[in-house]
């Protein structure tokens, strides 16, 4: 059975690391190899990156900077843990991968998609998720569950994160077979139990 690639993505507040942990909690305990890495981050540098990019009092980082970051970050993470646990076969989720740069700097800063893909093309070697979870919430709803202490990003107008969130559906009409919209649930239960039948087809059959 080949290494699976699920990748999370949502706007704040959309619950995506909770949903993310139960599943892989969820895999685990069906003996199946699995690792859970999150973006930025993942690894030692890409957490030291993370601080950077998060860090509110960075306010005059420029959006390529942020944009060049963000990739730096993700091609640590692909040849130091993503890649490898592919060649061996393993099931990998990750929190957020390329698509968030396509919303966050793309749609919502306005950075050049065809930089953000050939940028994202050497960043990610090519590999591409096999399901793309995108938990979807209105941003209004997001914002009330994030706490009062915001990050550099969370900091941003609502008109910023509409952005982001229009970019998500849109990314998701051109990507119709890899990324599928998991409506949230106010029980949580019910959206994980929705996101298991996705995996199910994906990762359960055959191993
Ligand atoms: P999170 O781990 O809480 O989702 O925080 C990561 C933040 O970074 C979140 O606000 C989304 C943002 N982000 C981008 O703007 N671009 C990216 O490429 C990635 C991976 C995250």
Redesign the pocket.
């Known amino acids: 059975m080949p290494g699976k690639l699920i990748t999370f993505e ?1 706007c ?1 507040g959309s619950g ?2 909770t949903q993310s942990n139960n599943l892989y909690n969820y895999l685990k305990r069906r003996g199946l190899p699995v690792i859970h890495i ?4 993942g690894t030692k540098i890409g957490e030291q990156i ?1 601080q950077i ?2 860090n509110p009092q960075n306010k005059t980082m420029t959006p390529l900077c ?2 060049l970051l ?2 730096a ?2 091609r640590e993470l692909v040849e130091s843990a993503i890649e490898p646990a592919l060649k061996q076969h393993k099931i990998v989720i990750c ?4 698509d ?2 396509r ?3 793309g749609y ?1 800063l306005g950075v050049a998609m065809k930089l953000i893909e050939d940028v994202g093309r050497l960043a990610t070697k090519g590999i591409e998720p096999d399901l793309t979870v995108f938990l979807g919430l209105p941003v209004e709803i997001g914002f009330k569950r994030v706490g009062s202490v915001k ?1 550099r ?2 900091q941003r107008s609502k008109a910023y994160h509409r952005r ?1 969130r229009k970019g998500y559906l849109n990314l998701a009409k051109r990507f119709p077979s890899r990324i599928k919209i998991i409506k949230v649930d106010n029980d949580k239960n019910k959206t994980q139990e929705k996101i298991r039948k996705l995996v199910e087809g994906l990762c359960l059959s055959g191993r």
């Open positions: 949502g704040e995506k690391s999150r973006e930025p981050g993370r990019l998060l942020e944009t963000y990739m970050a993700r929190d957020r991968f390329l968030s740069t919303v966050y700097q919502g990050d990003i969370e982001v």
